[in-house]
């Protein structure tokens, strides 16, 4: 068997390796809950652009307002066919959602 010298070592060991285990843990938990937060807050960031896209909406055309936007123009090749890039649109105010609209 160990002399009683021996096992107070291993027993100290032992408390020194549950301590480091211990605080492992609550740093492990504590990442843990930061990274969850920080998931809610870029799902919720992620729903907002998506309900303020216009991608994400009904499949029929928003209506064209000629204020705000800039729309690209089919152009006729030689052979008088033409590009279809006609329906490409893009919107000079459209708002995106910050992290601070979310938080």
Excluded: W
């Excluded at 123009?73 to 279809?84: Q, R, V």
């Amino acid at each position: 068997m160990h002399p009683e010298p021996e096992r107070f070592c291993k027993v100290l060991e032992l408390q020194h390796t549950l301590v480091d285990l211990s605080k492992r843990v609550d740093t492990v938990r504590e990442e843990n809950a930061n990274l969850r937060t920080a998931n809610q807050i870029l799902g919720q960031y992620i729903e907002k652009l998506m309900a303020t896209s216009s991608i994400f909406q009904s499949s029929s055309p928003p209506p064209v307002s000629h204020q705000s936007h800039v729309s690209m123009t089919s152009s006729t090749h030689m052979d008088g066919s033409d590009s279809a890039i006609g329906g490409f649109q893009y919107e000079e105010s459209s708002e995106l959602a910050s992290e601070d609209d979310i938080a």
